[in-house]
Nanobody, 124 residues
Framework: QVQLVESGGGLVQAGGSLRLSCAASGRTDTTYVMGWFRQAPGKQRELVAAITSGGSTHYADSVKGRFTISRDNAKNTVYLQMNSLKPEDTAVYYC??????????????????WGQGTQVTVSS
């Protein structure tokens, strides 16, 4: 199993920045793909960004050019740098690990382990 703990959420004004961190423990050698999802009230959970163990990345169209995902394998930590934040980025952000595939999936059900979530609120 893999345990994931997110940190770094909070309240920020539109145009501001936040950096989320996700610390992994346990069988981290099997965290082939790490993803950041978000879920706003009344909406489905959606993939924001993901990164493979080899460093390939995927971004949702809505965050391209504003968000950057990275991972430090030595620290077993994944980061999401969020710049130029907009009110529509407000959501609970979840870190997730896909331990079955080396390829990025956009579907939440393909991810095996989840963190508890961290709230990001962007005020206008």
């Amino acid at each position: 199993q893999v345990q994931l703990v997110e940190s770094g959420g909070g309240l920020v004004q539109a145009g501001g920045s936040l950096r989320l961190s996700c610390a992994a423990s346990g069988r981290t050698d099997t965290t082939y793909v790490m993803g950041w999802f978000r879920q706003a009230p009344g909406k489905q959970r959606e993939l924001v960004a993901a990164i493979t163990s080899g460093g390939s990345t995927h971004y949702a169209d809505s965050v391209k050019g504003r968000f950057t995902i990275s991972r430090d394998n030595a620290k077993n930590t994944v980061y999401l740098q969020m710049n130029s934040l907009k009110p529509e980025d407000t959501a609970v952000y979840y870190c997730a690990a896909d331990r079955q595939s080396y390829y990025i999936s956009t579907y939440p059900h393909n991810y095996d382990n989840w963190g508890q979530g961290t709230q990001v609120t962007v005020s206008s």
